[in-house]
């Protein structure tokens, strides 16, 4: 079964360059979500989108920003990189209305790294 | 601010025996419930789920149980298998909206055979 695609899976940028990081959803997945889990961190919530609106949003920096296009993938972009924005970026997708709350579908992750 | 909490970052747990996870939540608007398997290098893949209108949800080998009053939550593995062996992340969610879900910092688990 197709899962969830995320790429690149690694990236390494310079301080103050941009990132941009893609993800592809599960086909008739309606919802993306989008994750930052730092070193010995829990995975922090960033961002969601529901039927390509923005949904939700945790703590995303006003640095990054993001958005679902009309094929449901989705884009994290990230300005102004920071040493402290090396992490590992999860997206996940549901679809919405016929799940329990909570049951994700998870990539493998994109593995920023800032130098 | 932490709303979910995983206090133990490590549990090692001979082959046969019992695991148990435990987990500790803040958010009283939590009504959602879930554990997240991750092992290296793949994301989290779900594992087993409760709702707050019930206090015990088994599947298998996996027995999730609830405390409402003592806003807590533990994971039993019986029998623990090597293959269990991997980084345990407790989450909850709000069933209303659009669902996010919040993750603890995650307990990770080796099951020696």
């Known amino acids: 079964a197709a899962g969830v695609i995320q790429s690149p899976r690694h990236l390494i940028k310079e301080k103050r360059e941009t990132a941009t990081l893609k993800c592809y959803p599960i086909p008739r997945h309606d919802t993306v979500y989008w994750y930052q889990q730092g070193p010995g961190q829990d995975p922090q919530f960033l961002i969601s989108f529901y039927e390509k609106m923005q949904s939700d949003k945790g703590s995303i920096p006003d640095r990054f920003s993001a958005q679902q296009f009309s094929d449901y993938h989705s884009e994290l972009n990230m300005s102004s990189l920071e040493l402290g924005d090396s992490a590992l970026y999860f997206c996940?997708?549901?679809?919405?209305?016929?799940?329990?709350?909570?049951?994700?579908?998870f990539g493998e992750g994109s593995r920023l790294t800032v130098l | 601010d932490q709303q979910v909490k995983q206090n133990s970052p490590s549990l090692s747990v001979q082959e046969g025996r019992i695991s148990i996870l435990n987990c500790d939540y803040t958010?009283?608007?939590?009504?959602?419930f879930l554990w997240y398997k991750k092992y290296p290098a793949e994301g989290p893949t779900f594992l087993i789920s409760i709702s707050s209108i019930k206090d015990k949800n088994e599947d298998g080998r996996f027995t999730v149980f609830l405390n409402k009053s003592a806003k807590h939550l533990s994971l039993h593995i019986v029998p623990s298998q090597p293959g269990d062996s991997a980084v345990y992340f407790c989450?909850?969610?709000?069933?209303?909206?659009?669902?996010?879900?919040?993750f603890g910092i995650g307990t990770k688990l080796q099951v020696i055979p």
């Open positions: 958010n009283s608007m939590f009504d959602y």
């Open positions: 996940a997708s549901s679809r919405l209305r016929d799940r329990e709350a909570g049951e994700l579908f």
């Open positions: 989450a909850a969610s709000e069933s209303g909206g659009y669902q996010k879900v919040t």
